[in-house]
């Protein structure tokens, strides 16, 4: 019996995966089909895959034409997949000749010709037609638009550079709005709720640097506005679809630490309020620009409602008092929660969740790291963990957004609940019966 294994994403399954897998079968007595796991596919880059991997191996399974169905889940396992099974005959699509000539030391390698003018990306790209536009400033404007020309579907149709939109910008941003089906919103904290919902009544999505609003109230009422016009909303959290850091809540959330008591998240950078470097944030403060990320683990982790809470925020007499730095410490019913954000003012940018069993520690800068320990009482018992980073998390972001307003449903990233706690957050520091300031002049 002639043994023969093939691999694919088989995302949106088409006729030219069928016709592929026909000539697969047709050179031996046993297919063997191996499909791409969500990780896998995220660590090569594939961003864009609409369906998950139960539904693409049903979807192959339907067809009839696989004797057996596993998965790919690393590098290198196409070598001890062809040993394991005793393959005779590798063969992938013509796209990827030469690629594979280095399994030819364990079996017989072919490349079949694909099938002209059709594929799963081309069908992603027609199905979304995104029409994007990008309003915002600095840096995070600028790397939002690069990056979402990796992303299938999306089309950038303007951006506006203002760090808020009023007088003559107001003009712009319809005009803007007119020729769009989507925002990616990067202007200053303070007018993201009229901008927002000046958006949302123009039809159109948004996809907003958080924190969306000033108050838990301004939030919700958002949210619900954007439900009820069948919209989507999404906080741009980068860290928050970073591979690394989801799988970070997804192993604490399992109990492998024991139960949460502690955790400490620091962010900070020296670029400083009046930086030529970051121009488009001069006029943002410590925890506008750092605040939301660095509470993102508290509020996915503990939840948004502290049994008590107090911020100590010192500020810069000489930039029009902006905070240079806040510490913000939290206490829950069986946890305690503290931040520490800074600009021009540089403090250890790290992540560490304690817990009954172990801890995690996630290294500066945490907010963007491809790698975190699992520490315990033992050092011989430490687990490192190792993720590939894409763009920072705002690739993902992005595929997240497209694939959220095709399904008409908010997928994973920032929960409304999780966001409406980030803004909670920003309301109470700003309450004078829960926080205390301090001037550096």
């Known amino acids: 019996m002639v043994k023969v294994i093939t691999y694919g994403t088989y995302d949106m399954l088409h006729y030219g995966h069928i016709r592929l897998l026909e000539r697969a079968r047709e050179l031996g007595d046993y297919l063997?089909?191996?499909?791409?796991?969500?990780?896998?596919?995220?660590?090569?880059?594939k961003i864009n895959v609409e369906q998950s991997l139960a539904e693409r191996m049903e979807a192959v399974r339907a067809t009839g034409l696989a004797d057996e169905i596993i998965v790919e889940e690393y590098q290198g396992q196409k070598i001890d997949d062809i040993q394991r099974?005793?393959?005779?005959?590798?063969?992938?699509?013509?796209d990827w000749r030469g690629h594979f000539d280095y399994l030819n030391e364990y079996c017989k390698v072919v490349y079949l010709d694909r099938t002209e003018g059709i594929s799963s990306s081309e069908i992603r790209?027609?199905?979304?037609?995104?029409k994007m536009a990008f309003v915002g400033s600095g840096p995070v404007l600028n790397k939002y638009v690069r990056e979402s020309s990796f992303v299938n579907g999306i089309l950038e149709v303007g951006r506006l550079t203002a760090s808020s939109v009023v007088d003559e910008k107001l003009?712009?941003?319809?005009?803007?709005?007119?020729?769009?089906n989507a925002l990616f919103l990067a202007t200053h904290p303070d007018g993201h709720y009229d901008e927002i919902l000046h958006a949302l009544k123009k039809g159109v999505h948004v996809l907003c640097e958080s924190p969306i609003a000033k108050t838990e109230a301004q939030a919700k009422y958002l949210y619900q506005f954007a439900r009820d016009r069948g919209l989507i909303l999404m906080d741009a959290i980068?860290?928050?679809?970073?591979?690394?850091?989801s799988r970070l809540l997804l192993l604490v959330k399992s109990g492998l630490i024991g139960k949460v008591v502690s955790i400490d998240s620091n962010c900070s950078g020296m670029s400083g309020l009046s930086s030529d470097?970051?121009?488009?944030?001069?006029?943002?403060?410590?925890?506008?620009?750092?605040?939301?990320?660095?509470?993102?683990?508290?509020?996915?982790?503990?939840?948004?409602?502290?049994?008590?809470?107090?911020?100590?925020?010192?500020?810069?007499?000489?930039a029009e008092k902006l905070d240079v730095f806040v510490r913000g410490s939290f206490t829950f019913d069986?946890?305690?929660?503290?931040f520490k954000v800074g600009r021009s003012v540089k403090t250890e940018g790290e992540l560490v969740i304690s817990g009954t069993k172990g801890y995690v520690y996630v290294p500066a800068p945490w907010w963007k790291t491809d790698y975190f320990e699992i520490r315990y009482e033992s050092a011989d018992d430490k687990k490192r963990y190792f993720y590939q980073l894409d763009?920072?998390?705002?690739?993902?972001?992005?595929?997240?957004?497209?694939?959220?307003?095709?399904?008409?449903?908010?997928?994973?990233?920032?929960?409304?609940?999780?966001?409406?706690?980030?803004?909670?957050?920003?309301?109470?520091?700003?309450?004078?019966?829960?926080?205390?300031?301090?001037?550096?002049?």
């Open 277 to 318: 470097n970051d121009p488009g944030c001069a006029d943002q403060g410590a925890l506008d620009y750092w605040g939301p990320t660095a509470v993102l683990p508290i509020v996915q982790l503990l939840g948004g409602l502290p049994n008590d809470e107090h911020y100590v925020v010192i500020r810069d007499g000489e």
């Open 85 to 94: 099974y005793g393959v005779d005959i590798f063969t992938v699509g013509s």
């Open 171 to 180: 003009i712009l941003f319809d005009q803007l709005l007119d020729k769009s």
């Open 125 to 130: 790209s027609q199905r979304q037609a995104l």
């Open 391 to 441: 763009g920072e998390g705002v690739r993902n972001q992005l595929s997240v957004f497209t694939r959220s307003i095709d399904r008409g449903l908010k997928l994973q990233g920032v929960s409304e609940s999780d966001s409406a706690a980030i803004v909670r957050m920003f309301e109470r520091c700003a309450d004078s019966n829960s926080s205390s300031c301090i001037s550096l002049s």
């Open 334 to 338: 069986n946890a305690v929660a503290s």
């Open 32 to 45: 063997i089909v191996g499909v791409t796991a969500d990780d896998f596919d995220r660590a090569r880059g």
């Open 238 to 245: 980068k860290t928050a679809h970073a591979m690394a850091y």
